[in-house]
């Protein structure tokens, strides 16, 4: 009886009032949860048309054209044949002179069994793709294609082809899309993810270290603050011309290697686009760091002032440990924007049509976003295939590297 007129006092709904409160409140939670059921079908939707536009372009029917029948060089598919019975066929069906060519270029021993069948595709199969389709026409339209062929093409063979593949991950690029590949833009773009981590890591964990254990609240930290949260939303090509005046030009004697006896030519390396690439993502490091270190309870810390630490080992045994899981959730988010930035690195100068492998920090570079770019603005329809595939090959990279963090980010939490 009490209890009622206290609620009666108090001003809270009763009755017939309290049934009108709840139904109402119970309402607007099934509307707001319809809301963020619907935004999370329409993330999936998107997710799954993404996968479905690049898969369409991944896989399909192809109508290639060769300059000799590929049955009529061997009783065994070419794919089949060794090293030396593909150096036979290239002997047998290239001039004389065009043979010893590319034997003084490379000697044929020297060569792996892929570069040999690449040769013999390229200097004796000669293929020319006259026309490509999708998967969905492939699938849906395979009698028209067929007729197709046979009116338009009868000379070309119709193969259903995989544009990514094993040759597709390690040929260089080449102006021909039927044997242009990534591997040099996949070295140059892990090259580049590996020198970035190597240096924004640990400054961005240092930067957050500083700025949540031993910053004052004066007006010099918090300009420093702001502009660091502020930083973290400037748009990537900004990043891009700081990079270039910086690292390319005023530090070109660092950048291209002279100083260390590796001079490139020019301060449009790696080690420019890596670095520029880390004032990208040090600003997204150093504010989840700073949250991952805030989110360790204070009492940990007291305690381990109580037994007599200092400030540093508290933070060293202590809240760095606790502090990891977050802070690599940080790097994880911070890689996967850096893995996939285009615009930076057309403004640092990295090369759109490039065949040679990197093979240090001071060599001159392409990455896949770039190679991506490239080919897509290419009017030939079978460069969008290839570009399809080489999505495919960066979304594997960041997957694979995230999948990494995770791994060392749940080892860590299970050890703190």
């Known amino acids: 009886m009490t209890t009622l007129n206290e609620d009666v006092k108090s001003g809270l709904p009763q009755g017939e009032a309290s049934r009108r409160n709840i139904a109402s409140r119970r309402r607007k939670g099934a509307i707001w949860r319809t809301i963020f059921l619907s935004a999370t079908i329409f993330g999936l939707i998107a997710l799954s048309l993404l996968i479905y536009n690049v898969a369409n ?52 021993a020297n060569r792996s069994d892929s570069e040999v069948y690449d040769l013999v ?26 007729a197709q062929v046979a009116s338009d093409f009868p000379e070309a063979k119709l193969e259903f082809r995989s544009w990514i593949s094993t040759s597709f991950l390690t040929t260089p690029m080449s102006s021909d899309p039927l044997r242009a590949g990534v591997r040099t833009a996949l070295l140059g773009s892990l090259w580049m993810i590996a020198i970035t981590i190597l240096f924004a890591f640990p400054i ?15 007006r010099f930290n918090r300009i420093i603050q702001t502009n660091i949260n502020n930083l973290a939303g400037v748009p990537s090509i900004i990043y891009g011309m700081l990079g270039l005046v910086i690292f390319v030009r005023t530090l070109e004697p660092i950048t291209s290697g002279r100083m260390f006896g590796a001079d490139s030519g020019n301060g449009r390396t790696i080690v420019a686009a890596s670095l520029t690439m880390m004032l990208l993502i040090l600003p997204i490091m150093i504010i989840n760091g700073q949250e991952a ?23 060293w045994h202590h809240v760095l440990p606790n502090a990891l899981p977050g802070i690599f959730t940080g790097t994880i988010l911070a890689i996967s924007r850096a893995i996939g930035e285009t615009a930076p690195l057309i403004v640092v100068g990295a090369s759109t049509f490039i065949v040679t492998d990197p093979d240090g920090p001071f060599a001159k570079f392409t990455a896949l976003p770039i190679q991506i770019y490239n080919w897509t603005s290419r009017p030939q329809p079978e460069f969008a295939h290839i570009a399809a595939s080489a999505i495919v090959v960066l979304l594997v990279m960041l997957l694979s590297l995230n999948a990494i963090a995770v791994v060392l980010r749940n080892r860590f939490s299970k050890r703190g």
């Open 57 to 108: 372009e991944v896989f399909g029917y192809v109508a290639i054209e060769y300059a000799v029948d590929p049955a009529t060089l061997s009783d065994k598919p070419l794919d089949e044949l060794n090293k030396d019975e593909l150096v036979a066929v290239l002997q047998g069906n290239m001039r004389k002179n065009a043979f010893r060519t590319l034997e003084n270029e490379k000697p044929m």
């Open 121 to 146: 595709v390229e200097r004796v199969l000669k293929p020319q793709t006259l026309e490509t389709w999708t998967l969905r026409d492939s699938w849906f339209n395979k009698a028209a294609i067929d």
């Open 204 to 218: 961005g964990v240092g930067a957050a270290i500083y700025l949540e254990e031993y910053a004052t609240d004066n």
């Open 293 to 315: 270190i805030r989110a360790v309870p204070l009492s940990l810390r007291q305690a381990s002032y109580g037994l007599g630490a200092t400030k540093w080992q508290t933070i």
